[in-house]
Every structure is written in structure tokens, then in C-alpha cells.
């Protein structure tokens, strides 16, 4: 992992959104959406639904970033006044300057507001241009609609679907889809047109 992502003060922030590392006292910041909105990981390899669910899925992304294999962050919405939810680097690749977004997300109060796309310009600046990625990664339940249009609508281009890639926590297996965007396309297109539609916002 790069020795910018062994800090543990890693705070991004715009007038819109603050996104911080997560750490264990924010148990009780989400906890609201555990016990009230399960549905929010369907989508998800790793549930956070239940009280018990969560304290486990903040231990396990504490861990993994002690490991140095992801860095799990908060995400608060300064327009709201609230935490909305979390995100993070992972299978991160200093030797092939790679690493993947995701694990990504909100409350249903915070949907489709342009939180999003202000962390996703938050996350993805950083992970060009101060940890010097070439490549991030971006991985979803090919059906979740939602999800790849929202990755879609911030500049990410797909690259393919891994049929019967993993199972889908329901009994079955899902289709992964995998998009991605390159350090020449965030310089040369994907940034000014992610901070024209914010301004829009």
C-alpha cells in the first residue's frame, strides 16, 4: 500500500461533502441506516443490516486497513448537517499503480442529492493525483441498475461483465461489471466535466 494510505488522517472535503476515515465510534453515526434501511445492501457482498451486522462490517474495514489492503472512510453531508453513509479504497496496487472504489453507500435521504458525485470527485482526484494512480476500478452486481448508472454518469467506461462471478448472498451467483477510468481520461476529460455537472448541482 502507498505510505499516503498508512496515515490514518486522510480527510477530503468540499463545500459539499467531508469524508473521513472510518473508525469504530461511527457504529453509532450508522447505525440508523442499519436498523432502518436493510435494503441498502441487497447489492452488497458484505451487509451491514442489523446492529450486529454492522459492528461486524466496521471491525472488518478497520482490519483491512490496519492489513493495509483498504482504506474505509465516513461520509458526511455538510448540506444535510448528517453522516449519509461510507465508502472506500480497495485491492489496492502500488505495484501496478491500481487500486478499486467502492463499497459505496447512502441513505436513502442522501440519494440522487449529488452526494455522490461530490465524493466520487473527492476520491477520485486524490487517488490520481496525490496517490498517483494509473487506473481505478469500479466492480457492481451487473443488476444493479442504479449503481452502474450512477458510475456511468461520473465518466467510469465498462469494460466487461465476469458471468457467475461471486456469489450473490441470495442463493445464486451474480454477474460482475466492471468499469473503470485511466489517469489520461480523468486528466483530460472525466475532471472538468465531473466539476461542471457539481456546479450545475
Request: contains cysteine.
Given at each position: 500500500?502507498?505510505?499516503?494510505?498508512?496515515?490514518?488522517?486522510?480527510?477530503?472535503?468540499?463545500?459539499?461533502?467531508?469524508?473521513?476515515p472510518?473508525?469504530?465510534?461511527?457504529?453509532?453515526?450508522?447505525?440508523?441506516?442499519?436498523?432502518?434501511?436493510?435494503?441498502?445492501?441487497?447489492?452488497?457482498?458484505?451487509?451491514?443490516?442489523?446492529?450486529?451486522n454492522?459492528?461486524?462490517?466496521?471491525?472488518?474495514?478497520?482490519?483491512?486497513?490496519?492489513?493495509?489492503?483498504?482504506?474505509?472512510?465516513?461520509?458526511?453531508?455538510?448540506?444535510?448537517?448528517?453522516?449519509?453513509?461510507?465508502?472506500?479504497?480497495?485491492?489496492?496496487?502500488?505495484?501496478?499503480?491500481?487500486?478499486?472504489?467502492?463499497?459505496?453507500?447512502?441513505?436513502?435521504d442522501?440519494?440522487?442529492?449529488?452526494?455522490?458525485?461530490?465524493?466520487?470527485?473527492?476520491?477520485?482526484?486524490?487517488?490520481?493525483?496525490?496517490?498517483?494512480?494509473?487506473?481505478?476500478?469500479?466492480?457492481?452486481?451487473?443488476?444493479?441498475h442504479?449503481?452502474?448508472?450512477?458510475?456511468?454518469?461520473?465518466?467510469?467506461k465498462?469494460?466487461?461483465?465476469l458471468?457467475?462471478?461471486?456469489?450473490?448472498?441470495?442463493?445464486?451467483?451474480?454477474?460482475?461489471?466492471?468499469?473503470?477510468?485511466?489517469?489520461?481520461?480523468?486528466?483530460?476529460?472525466?475532471?472538468?466535466?465531473?466539476e461542471?455537472?457539481?456546479?450545475?448541482?
Amino acid at each position: 500500500m502507498s505510505e499516503l494510505l498508512k496515515e490514518t488522517s486522510i480527510i477530503l472535503e468540499n463545500e459539499r461533502a467531508l469524508i473521513r476515515p472510518l473508525v469504530a465510534s461511527d457504529y453509532e453515526h450508522l447505525l440508523t441506516f442499519s436498523m432502518n434501511e436493510p435494503d441498502l445492501w441487497h447489492f452488497s457482498l458484505q451487509g451491514a443490516a442489523g446492529a450486529e451486522n454492522l459492528r461486524k462490517y466496521i471491525d472488518m474495514a478497520i482490519q483491512d486497513r490496519e492489513k493495509g489492503i483498504s482504506y474505509p472512510f465516513i461520509v458526511y453531508d455538510k448540506l444535510a448537517d448528517s453522516y449519509a453513509g461510507s465508502t472506500r479504497y480497495y485491492d489496492i496496487q502500488q505495484t501496478y499503480q491500481t487500486l478499486q472504489l467502492g463499497y459505496t453507500w447512502y441513505g436513502s435521504d442522501f440519494q440522487g442529492t449529488g452526494l455522490n458525485k461530490n465524493c466520487k470527485y473527492l476520491l477520485l482526484k486524490y487517488a490520481f493525483e496525490n496517490l498517483r494512480m494509473e487506473r481505478v476500478e469500479f466492480r457492481a452486481d451487473h443488476s444493479n441498475h442504479t449503481s452502474v448508472a450512477a458510475m456511468k454518469s461520473i465518466g467510469c467506461k465498462i469494460e466487461g461483465v465476469l458471468r457467475g462471478h461471486m456469489p450473490n448472498g441470495h442463493g445464486g451467483r451474480r454477474d460482475s461489471i466492471i468499469l473503470s477510468i485511466l489517469k489520461k481520461e480523468w486528466l483530460d476529460t472525466v475532471k472538468s466535466n465531473l466539476e461542471a455537472k457539481l456546479r450545475a448541482v
